[in-house]
Each structure stands twice: as structure tokens, then as C-alpha cells.
């Protein structure tokens, strides 16, 4: 049964004419006020991983629930259709569960709020946050369970329910949730910090809606969404064919021993719809790396995608949507079902844009990406401060680091880059200001992105010196199949994690994993992957690799990737690069549009010697075989 939207003015909103320069006002007024929503989650918000690194994102949409400004895309046409229950003025919604919006959120420790706006008696907007909770209970610290079976374990899990109720808050409901987590303080903190984020959104759309009138300001949103729709509509006609490309890649495991799985989507255009079909994609996983793809959340990933590929300058919102036909098979890893697990859907989400960028390159080259946008790698740190003065005080750590940025048509990618360009890293002073631990280093590793005209961008070396007893977890991938290249570029390294014990027993950790116990003056090595090079390296000026080797981001060995000979010191002998270009172009074939690397059966024989780890196992779905 539908929401009833409750609004004591039943006067329809009337289509207006907008001028060019009040439609600018507004659109611009808008994206300020997206910006103001970030700006006061971060300075209400306490966890590091909202308050430091920005891990929330919202939302402005028209009353009809579609987006204008945001990030994600828009859940509330799924939310309206399945809301049992009515909206009105002083309402506000909260949930976490995304088996009840359809994956519109993806795992319950992103926390949702939602504003239904209304001026004079009618529903003229919503607004919208949501954000990363540091933990929420369940069986481990930061309620990530890597051996999850079920969401049951995954902490505790909120349907659409009124936090507000015709301005009446509901406390109560507040403590049987707090009483939930580990860190009541942070995630109550949070939370006001999202509800203080819609409120400030919906007091400047009442704003522009005041000065502009009810009408116009309305009218300015469906144009918003319409242009966006005439520029998406020309942008795919240009950009997609109507034969149909496919591209697959992989999870490299599932940090119980088995992997990799498989990620295959296929795309091709029916007259001005674009059809985006998974099959092909592999069955869910009974650990918790599944990823509950909502189809529009996919088709914002799609349209962001291709805005920033083709035109920057196009604000995207929800306008395109009935350009683009998703299909998920039911069951599979992108459309798991309940109760699957889904805390660790990170790898698959990051690996959605490495998927997006290997469709659409393959008509345009030019315009193609490497693979390195790949995962969000994290770290938890819990326990009890042993240091002196701390009195055994309980800690808890949640962070995310990055890895590299792929090279691009344009230049090489950056270097231990966020996935998301609003993420920051939580400063080392704060770090070592809040957390039992210092930062012994954080750099670029040297040579980690793959060689290319352009280079893929470096990961990250970060060394934590642990100085309490504690319980660590890791959450990465990209750890057994590398970023590949594009265009001749070769593949990105790939991730690694080493775990030096105070008395120098040196222990090769896996990148999914936790509880592993830590001793004080343990140093945790926290190696991310490089993004995959696009182009030929030997392409690539030899002076920009001289000078990239006097900067650490290239060794003298590593050099040789690109033809180059050259000093530790980052002098390129010319002679000697000429001569060993030369020798490679002989031995090489034609460079190939995609450089995935030696492939999975070669990466399962010499995954221990590389890696120091275990090759994961194939998976297996009998249900699935009995059923043929």
C-alpha cells in the first residue's frame, strides 16, 4: 500500500515559463545548499569516518520524490510505493534497512533521514542524509562482519519509521536504537548532525520558494530534470551503440577462502533506452560481500559516469532515468536475497565503476579508463587503553583509506586517491590525538599504478605502530586480481597487508580479516593498490619519469616499465632508453585495449609465492547444479 501524503492545500502547482537567469539562481541556490547540508554534517557530526572523511551524502528532490542535487540518486519513489503509512508536516522519517527501500541504502550501518517539506499546506520538496554509523552492534566492532551469514548479525536493522511525528520527536524510539551500539555518543551526535543537515536544506528551499514564488520555484525543479533529460538523451544516442558490448570483472575473494566472484554486465541501446543486464553476474555469497544494487542508484552511478567522462558540466539528477533499463538478476551478488548478509558490499559497489568504465571505453578508447576505483579499504582498531593516565578506557577506530585513482585519457590518475571526490583521509594528528597509535608513515607506494602514457595512480603505504592491546580488522580487495590497464597500459599492483610484531616476526595478513590481536609496539604495514596505466609506456616522456623518480613515486627499476634507463638519483640516460624501447617494442605484440593481466588460472598458481596468501577457492553453488 502506498504512503498518503496528508497536505491541507490540495491547489495544484502551476507549470510556469522560467528565464534562463532565475533558472541559474535557483539551480546554483540549490547545489549551495547541497554544500551547506555537507558543511553542517561535519561540523555536528563526531565519528571520524563523518566528522574527518565525509562518508554521507545527500539529497534535494522535487515533490514528487526525484533528485535534483545529491549524489546517489533518489530512494523515495520506491520508499512512497511501499511506505504503509502517511506523511505530513512535522513528520520525518529514519531507517537503515535496505531490504526495506530496495537497496537504496546498502548495508544497515548507513543511517537515513528524510524530510518531507511542506509550505502553506502542500508538499513542495523533500530533503534527504544519509551517513556511515562507526557501529550498531552486532557480533564484531563497527558491525562488519566478514563471516556474516545474515544481516541478523549484522547489528541492529530500522524500517521506515517516524523520528518525528507532527513535530513531536520520538525519544523513546531514540534510546532503544542507542541502546543498540557500541558508541552511543558518536552515532547520537550523527544522527542530530543529519537531521540538522535536512533541516538546514529544507529552510532554504521554503527560502527560494518565498522569494521566487511556489510556482516558479517548482516549475525551475521539472526544468532542471527536463534539461537533464534532453542532455543525457543526446549524450547516450552519441556515446552507446546498439550492438551489444560486455565486460566482467572480479571480488577477488570473500575473506572465508573462496573466490573470485564474478561481476558481467552487458549494454547496448534499443532506440533512445540504454539497457544495462547483469546476467551473468555470479549467484550471492553466504559471506557478506554481497551488494543489494537498487536500479536507480545504478542508473545515477551510469549517468554520473558518463557526465564526468563526456560532460562535466551537466548538473545530473533523476531527469534520465526512463533513458536507462536496469536488470539485475534476483539472487545473484548484486540482487541478493533476504536475509543475505551485506556489511561488505564496499568491494562490489567499487567495483560497479570499474565495470562502467570498461562498457563505455569500448566504443570511444579514447575516452577510456583503467580499473582502480575498486574498493574502499578499511581499518578497525578497538580495545581498552592500556597507556598510562587512559584508565582502560574503551576505543574504537573505523577508518577508510584509499587506493590509486586509474589513469585517464586526460593524465595520470592521483595518487592514494578516494573512490568518492568528496572523501578526505582522517588527519595522523587526529589519529594519533584520539587512538592509542601512531603514524610511522603515510606515502605513496612507489610504482604501485600501473606504467602507462598515462600513469595509474599509486596506492597507499600507511604503517600504524599500535600502542595498546587491541583487536584489529581489514576490509580491501584488489588483492589477487590486479587493476588492469587500458590502451596499452599495464596493470596497477596489488594490495597488500604485513603485520610486524615488536620482536620483528614479520606476518602476512589478509585483506579480509578480523580479529587479529595486536600487542603493544606491533606495526601494522597497510599497503592499498595502484590504479591500472593507460597507454603506451613507452610513450611516456622520459624526463616525467626522471623527475617522478626524484619525487618517490617511480624507482629506478620500475623506470624500466616505461623504456626508460635512469639513476636513483632520476638522470635518464637517452641513449640507453632509446636503445631499450627499441628492444621492447620488438618483443611485444599489438598492445591490447585491455591489459587484465596473466589471467585467473595463472594468478591461482602463483598467488602464495606473490602474495605470501593462499589462492582462494572457486566457489560453488549446488543448489544451483542440482537445479539444471
Known amino acids: ?21 532565475t533558472l541559474d539562481i535557483i539551480e546554483n541556490a540549490l547545489r549551495n545548499a547541497r554544500v551547506e547540508m555537507d558543511a553542517t554534517l561535519v561540523r555536528t557530526a563526531m565519528s571520524p569516518g563523518i566528522r574527518e572523511q565525509g562518508d554521507a551524502f545527500p539529497l534535494i528532490a522535487d515533490p514528487e520524490g526525484r533528485m535534483i542535487v545529491g549524489q546517489f540518486g533518489s530512494f523515495i519513489g520506491g520508499f512512497l510505493k511501499n511506505f504503509d503509512g502517511t506523511l505530513e508536516d512535522g513528520d520525518m522519517i529514519f531507517l537503515s534497512d535496505p531490504y526495506s527501500v530496495d537497496g537504496a541504502i546498502s548495508h544497515s550501518n548507513d543511517w537515513l533521514v528524510l524530510l518531507p517539506v511542506f509550505k502553506d499546506g502542500r508538499l513542495i520538496a523533500y530533503t534527504s542524509m544519509f551517513g556511515h554509523q562507526s557501529d550498531i552492534g552486532g557480533k564484531v566492532v563497527g558491525s562488519m562482519p566478514i563471516n556474516a551469514r545474515s544481516i541478523y548479525e549484522e547489528g541492529v536493522r530500522i524500517p521506515p519509521v517516524k523520528i518525528w511525528r507532527r513535530g513531536e520527536y520520538n525519544e523513546d524510539l531514540m534510546k532503544l536504537v542507542m541502546h543498540q551500539t557500541r558508541k552511543p555518543d558518536w552515532c547520537a551526535a550523527d544522527l542530530n548532525a543529519l537531521i540538522a543537515s535536512c533541516r538546514v536544506a529544507a529552510r532554504r528551499v521554503i527560502e527560494m520558494a518565498n522569494r521566487f514564488g511556489d510556482d516558479v520555484y517548482v516549475s525551475a525543479t521539472q526544468e532542471l530534470l527536463a534539461r537533464n533529460h534532453r542532455a543525457m538523451k543526446t549524450l547516450l544516442g552519441q556515446a552507446i551503440g546498439e550492438e551489444p558490448v560486455s565486460f566482467e570483472d572480479y571480488i577477488c575473494d570473500d575473506g572465508m577462502g573462496y573466490g573470485p566472484y564474478k561481476i558481467k554486465c552487458t549494454m547496448w541501446r534499443e532506440g533512445e533506452k540504454v539497457i544495462l543486464d547483469f546476467d551473468g553476474t ?17 542508473k545515477m552511478f551510469f549517468g554520473i559516469y558518463m557526465i564526468m567522462v563526456f560532460d562535466p558540466q551537466i548538473l545530473f539528477n533523476d531527469g534520465f532515468y526512463d533513458l536507462i533499463d536496469v536488470r539485475i538478476p534476483e539472487g545473484s551478488l548484486l540482487k541478493p536475497k533476504f536475509p543475505a548478509a ?4 564496499t568491494h562490489a559497489l567499487g567495483r560497479i565503476f570499474d565495470i562502467l568504465g570498461g562498457l563505455l571505453g569500448q566504443k570511444t578508447p579514447e575516452f577510456l579508463n583503467a580499473a582502480g576505483f575498486s574498493s574502499s ?10 597507556r598510562p593516565g587512559k584508565g582502560n578506557q574503551w576505543f574504537q577506530l573505523f577508518q577508510i583509506g584509499f587506493g590509486g585513482i586509474p589513469g585517464r585519457p586526460l593524465g595520470d590518475g592521483p595518487d592514494g586517491h578516494s573512490l568518492w571526490p568528496g572523501f578526505t583521509n582522517v588527519p595522523n594528528e587526529f589519529l594519533e590525538r584520539y587512538f592509542p597509535m601512531m603514524i610511522e608513515r603515510y606515502e605513496t607506494e612507489p610504482d604501485s599504478g600501473g606504467a602507462g602514457l ?9 604503517t600504524y605502530r599500535f600502542l595498546s592491546p587491541g583487536t584489529i580488522a581489514i576490509h580491501d580487495d584488489r588483492w589477487f586480481v590486479p587493476p588492469w590497464g587500458v590502451n596499452g597500459g599495464e596493470p596497477g599492483q596489488r594490495a597488500r597487508k604485513l603485520l ?19 600487542e603493544a609496539g606491533d606495526q601494522l604495514h597497510f599497503v592499498t593498490w595502484g590504479g591500472g596505466g593507460w597507454g603506451d609506456p613507452l610513450e611516456r616522456d622520459p624526463a616525467l619519469v626522471g623527475k617522478e623518480i626524484v619525487q618517490g613515486l617511480v624507482t629506478a627499476e620500475g623506470a624500466r616499465a616505461y623504456g626508460v634507463v635512469a639513476s636513483a638519483a632520476g638522470v635518464v640516460d637517452a641513449a640507453a632508453t632509446e636503445a631499450l624501447r627499441a628492444q621492447l617494442r620488438e618483443q611485444r605484440g599489438a598492445l591490447p585495449l585491455f591489459n587484465t593481466g596473466p589471467g585467473i588460472a595463472a594468478l591461482r598458481a602463483t598467488c602464495e609465492t606473490d602474495t605470501g596468501l593462499a589462492a582462494p577457492i572457486q566457489p560453488e553453488w549446488p543448489h544451483l547444479e542440482a537445479a539444471e
Open 282 to 298: 555470479d549467484p550471492q555469497s553466504s559471506a557478506s560481500i554481497n551488494f543489494f544494487l537498487n536500479e536507480n542508484m545504478f
Open 377 to 386: 579499504p578499511h581499518l578497525f582498531y578497538s580495545g581498552n587503553d592500556a
Open 454 to 462: 598515462h600513469r595509474g595512480g599509486n596506492g597507499i603505504h600507511m
Open 342 to 345: 551485506l556489511s561488505g558490499r
Open 500 to 518: 610486524e610484531k615488536a620482536d620483528g616476526t614479520q606476518i602476512v595478513v589478509g585483506n579480509k580479516v578480523e580479529d587479529v590481536e595486536v
Open 1 to 21: 500500500m502506498p504512503a498518503t501524503i496528508v497536505q491541507t492545500n490540495d491547489t495544484p502547482f502551476q507549470k510556469v515559463a522560467i528565464d534562463p537567469v
